[in-house]
C-alpha cells in the first residue's frame, strides 16, 4: 500500500470533488470508483479540522478498515482522534459485587533488588550452609561410632536423640563444656574459698572457725537475694562541678521598675477580692484636713466627737507603722554581723592601700591601740618595728574602716612623746591608693627585726618592698620621687 503526504504548502485548493479523490488516494490502497464512497470521501474532506489529514498527518488502514497514524492513535471517518475503551477484564464472582469497572488497575512496577554488601568478618549464606552441612556430618559420624544404625525411611519414626554439642564451644584447654552451667562460677569462687558448689554452702548450721562463718554469710546472701555487687562510682579529682546559673544583673532603674510592678499589681488583685465580695473594703483614711468632706453631716452635728475620733486613728495608723517597723527590725547580733559582712565584702572587692611613718614609738600602750583597732575595724597588714628606729604601718581595707583608722593613727592616739614634742607630727601618711584588685594579707600583724635588711626581705617576699622604699626614702604623701632615689 502506497502512502503518500497530504497536502502541500504553497499548492494551489483543488475542487472538493478531486481533494477527496486525492485523500482517497492517499489513505485508501487502490481505490475503486465509487459514488457512496465519494460522497463519504467529501464529507470528510469538509469536516475534518485544520492540521490533520491537510496538516501533513500519515495514516493507514489495517484489515478491519480503522485509520491508524504513525504513533498508532485511531481516527474516526469525521477525522478526529477517538479515543479507545481498554476491553473490560474477567472479574471472579466473588468479587463481582466489590469491582469497580471505571478503576483502572496497573500492574506494580517490579522493584529492583538492592545490592547486599557484608561486612568485613560477616558469614555469608554459603559459609553458613556448608557449617551446618559439617555439623551434620559429625553427628552422624559420633552416631556411627556409638553403633546407633540410622532409622529406615518406612520404619516407624523413633524419637530424635540429643544433638551432640559442637566441637568449637568446648574449650580445647581444659576440655569443658562453655554452654554447660557450672556449679559454681569463677567470680564466686574468690570470696567463697573452699567451695566448689551453691548446694554444699552451709546455711543454717553453726560456723567453727572465721572462715566458714564468712562462707555461710556469703552463701546464704547469694542464695536468697542473687545479687550482683558492683563498686560505688567515685569521680575523679580533676572532674570540675558544672556552673551553678548566675543571676540576671538589673541596673537601679530595672529594679526600681520591677518593685513598682509587683505593688501595682497586689494593688489590682485586692482591688479584684473586694469587687467580687471575697475582702472587706479597708475604712476611709480621715484626716483633720479632710474630715469635714468624707464625715459630711455628721462632722456637722458634733465637730469635736469627730475631731477625737479622727486624732485616734491617727495614732493608731502611726501605731500600726511603728510596730511593723519594729517586727523587721533586725537583733542586735543580726545586725552586727551584716555590718561585719559588708566591711569584709568592701575589702575584698576593692581593698584600699594605706602606708603610715610613726617617728617614735616606745609605748606598748599605743602599740595595744594601733593592733586591736585594726583588728576591729577588719583591717589585714602588719605593723613592723625595727631597732634602728623605723616604724611602719600598712593597712588594707575598704574606705570608710580605712578613713576611721586614718584619723586614729594621726589624732586621737597619744604617743606619749617627751615634753616640747608635736604629737600630731609624728604619723604621718607616706601613700595611700588601690594598690591592686587583691588583699596581699589576710590579717593584721606586729613584727619586729633586728635589722633594716631583715624587714626590707620580708617585704619583698610579701611582694610590697615598694612601700618600704617609700618609707625609707623620706617621702610623705604628695610629694614625688626624686631621679636619685628612683636610681
Request: net charge neutral; glycine share 6%.
Amino acid at each position: 500500500m502506497s502512502v503518500r503526504r497530504v497536502g502541500g504548502a504553497g499548492a494551489a485548493a483543488p475542487p472538493a470533488g478531486a481533494r477527496a479523490r486525492r485523500v482517497c488516494a492517499d489513505v485508501y490502497p487502490d481505490p475503486e470508483p465509487d459514488s457512496a464512497l465519494d460522497e463519504l470521501l467529501v464529507k470528510i474532506a469538509k469536516g475534518r479540522p485544520r492540521g490533520l489529514f491537510g496538516g501533513g498527518v500519515r495514516l493507514r488502514m489495517d484489515a478491519s478498515g480503522k485509520l491508524f497514524d504513525e504513533d498508532g492513535r485511531q481516527y474516526g471517518p469525521d477525522g478526529h482522534h477517538v479515543e479507545t475503551v481498554p476491553e473490560a477484564e474477567e472479574v471472579p464472582e466473588e468479587k463481582a459485587d466489590f469491582y469497580d469497572p471505571t478503576l483502572v488497575h496497573k500492574k506494580p512496577a517490579k522493584r529492583r533488588d538492592r545490592l547486599a554488601f557484608h561486612d568485613e568478618g560477616e558469614s555469608t549464606h554459603t559459609e553458613r550452609a556448608n557449617r551446618l552441612r559439617e555439623l551434620e556430618g559429625r553427628r552422624k559420624a559420633l552416631i556411627a561410632r556409638k553403633g546407633a544404625a540410622e532409622p529406615a525411611e518406612d520404619a516407624a519414626p523413633a524419637e530424635p536423640a540429643p544433638p551432640a554439642v559442637p566441637q568449637e564451644i568446648i574449650d580445647a584447654t581444659t576440655g569443658a563444656d562453655l554452654l554447660a552451667v557450672p556449679a559454681m562460677e569463677w567470680w564466686d569462687k574468690l570470696i567463697l574459698p573452699g567451695q566448689d558448689d551453691y548446694a554444699a554452702i552451709p546455711t543454717s548450721a553453726v560456723a567453727e572457725d572465721g572462715a566458714a562463718a564468712d562462707v555461710m554469710k556469703w552463701g546464704a546472701k547469694i542464695k536468697s537475694l542473687g545479687l550482683v555487687e558492683h563498686p560505688v562510682p567515685i569521680e575523679g579529682p580533676n572532674v570540675e562541678a558544672p556552673l551553678a546559673p548566675q543571676p540576671l544583673m538589673l541596673t537601679k532603674k530595672e529594679r526600681k521598675r520591677r518593685r513598682t510592678d509587683a505593688r501595682v499589681t497586689r494593688e489590682k488583685e485586692k482591688q479584684e477580692q473586694i469587687a467580687l465580695g471575697l475582702m472587706q473594703p479597708p475604712p476611709p483614711k480621715v484626716r483633720i484636713s479632710n474630715m469635714m468632706k468624707v464625715m459630711g453631716k455628721e462632722a456637722i452635728q458634733d465637730p469635736t466627737l469627730i475631731e477625737k475620733f479622727v486624732r485616734e486613728e491617727e495614732m493608731s495608723r502611726v501605731a500600726r507603722h511603728e510596730a511593723r517597723n519594729h517586727e523587721r527590725k533586725l537583733a542586735p547580733e543580726d545586725r552586727r554581723s551584716k555590718k561585719i559582712e559588708k566591711m569584709q565584702t568592701a575589702a575584698d572587692d576593692d581593698p584600699m592601700t594605706t602606708v603610715f611613718r610613726i617617728n617614735k614609738l616606745h609605748s606598748n600602750q599605743a602599740i595595744f591601740k594601733i593592733t586591736e583597732n585594726a583588728k576591729q575595724h577588719h583591717l589585714s597588714g602588719f605593723l613592723v618595728t625595727t631597732e634602728s628606729g623605723i616604724n611602719m604601718i600598712l593597712i588594707e581595707g575598704g574606705r570608710r574602716p580605712t578613713r576611721k583608722y586614718t584619723r586614729l593613727i594621726l589624732q586621737r592616739i597619744d604617743y606619749k612623746l617627751d615634753d616640747g614634742e608635736d604629737n600630731a607630727a609624728n604619723a604621718s601618711i607616706v601613700w595611700q591608693g588601690y594598690g591592686g584588685k587583691k588583699k596581699l594579707f589576710n590579717a593584721f600583724r606586729t613584727l619586729t627585726f633586728t635589722s633594716d635588711d631583715k624587714a626590707k626581705r620580708y617585704m619583698t617576699n610579701q611582694e610590697c618592698s615598694q612601700y618600704w622604699d617609700m618609707l625609707v626614702s623620706g617621702r610623705q604623701l604628695g610629694e614625688t620621687a626624686t631621679t636619685d632615689e628612683l636610681l
